[in-house]
């Protein structure tokens, strides 16, 4: 049976599309065919590269599905209420989500900034990974700030996910300094007694601008678990 594997952010801009890539390099590199789905691109204009287009650079030929993008940097319902466009409803986006599922054997669903960002009129990452089929393994991912603040933004995402019924099966680092402070060192050891969930990996900062195939090559090693 596929499974499903939610890749969320304690806010924007923390990693969630190098997380994504290097998970999916992995599957891929254990011969399993991998979908990656991005329910809602903003900020990229509809020929320029979006999030999707660096996940297929670094991890290599995996399917990428972008059911709506938008120009503006904003959460999606209010881009696409820029923009004076429609998003694609709930039942649409878990249609894709359904489809991706049944021709593959994983499914990355990268959101949108926070997991509480609104990817469609009244409903958010949370409501979509909780519409799918119960019979579906769905799990999910938080990727957090190594810095400043994590601790506290990434208790609040593990509780909202729990309140919503969602499994979290690990917390990653986004971007791992090379030379980590004082402040990281401690949150990386404090993050999993605090949320609950263990520390699944670290992905080192800087790690976009490797070869792709050393990335690929390498990625499985920034991962203690899999999700």
């Given at each position: 049976?596929?499974?499903?594997?939610?890749?969320?952010?304690?806010?924007?801009?923390?990693?969630?599309?190098?997380?994504?890539?290097?998970?999916?390099?992995?599957?891929?590199?254990?011969?399993?065919?991998?979908?990656?789905?991005?329910?809602?691109?903003?900020?990229?204009?509809?020929?320029?590269?979006?999030?999707l287009?660096e996940?297929?650079?670094?991890?290599?030929?995996?399917?990428?599905?972008?059911?709506?993008?938008?120009?503006?940097?904003?959460a999606?319902?209010?881009a696409a209420r820029?923009?004076?466009?429609?998003?694609p409803?709930?039942?649409?986006?878990?249609?894709?989500l359904?489809?991706?599922?049944?021709?593959?054997?994983?499914?990355?669903?990268?959101g949108?900034?926070?997991v509480?960002?609104r990817?469609?009129?009244?409903?958010?990452?949370?409501e979509?990974a909780?519409?799918?089929?119960?019979?579906?393994?769905?799990?999910v991912?938080?990727v957090?700030?190594?810095?400043l603040?994590?601790?506290?933004?990434?208790?609040?995402t593990?509780?909202a996910?729990?309140?919503?019924?969602?499994t979290?099966?690990?917390?990653?680092?986004?971007?791992?300094?090379?030379?980590?402070g004082?402040?990281?060192?401690?949150?990386r050891?404090?993050?999993?007694?605090?949320?609950?969930?263990?520390?699944?990996?670290?992905?080192?900062?800087?790690?976009?601008?490797?070869?792709?195939?050393e990335?690929?090559?390498?990625?499985?090693?920034?991962?203690?678990?899999?999700?």
């Amino acid at each position: 049976m596929s499974r499903v594997v939610v890749v969320t952010g304690t806010d924007t801009d923390v990693g969630k599309t190098v997380v994504t890539a290097a998970l999916a390099a992995v599957y891929a590199g254990q011969g399993r065919s991998v979908c990656v789905v991005k329910p809602a691109q903003t900020g990229v204009a509809a020929h320029e590269p979006g999030d999707l287009t660096e996940v297929r650079r670094l991890a290599g030929p995996v399917t990428t599905v972008e059911p709506v993008r938008l120009p503006d940097p904003l959460a999606p319902d209010l881009a696409a209420r820029v923009a004076g466009v429609a998003l694609p409803g709930l039942d649409e986006q878990r249609r894709v989500l359904a489809e991706a599922a049944a021709s593959h054997d994983v499914v990355l669903v990268e959101g949108a900034g926070g997991v509480t960002v609104r990817l469609g009129e009244g409903w958010s990452l949370l409501e979509l990974a909780g519409s799918l089929d119960p019979a579906l393994p769905v799990g999910v991912v938080v990727v957090a700030r190594a810095g400043l603040g994590t601790l506290n933004h990434s208790v609040l995402t593990v509780q909202a996910l729990r309140m919503s019924g969602l499994t979290v099966r690990g917390l990653v680092l986004g971007s791992w300094p090379a030379d980590p402070g004082l402040t990281e060192r401690l949150n990386r050891e404090e993050l999993p007694g605090l949320t609950g969930v263990p520390l699944l990996g670290a992905v080192p900062a800087g790690v976009p601008s490797l070869p792709p195939p050393e990335f690929r090559a390498r990625a499985a090693t920034w991962f203690a678990a899999l999700p």
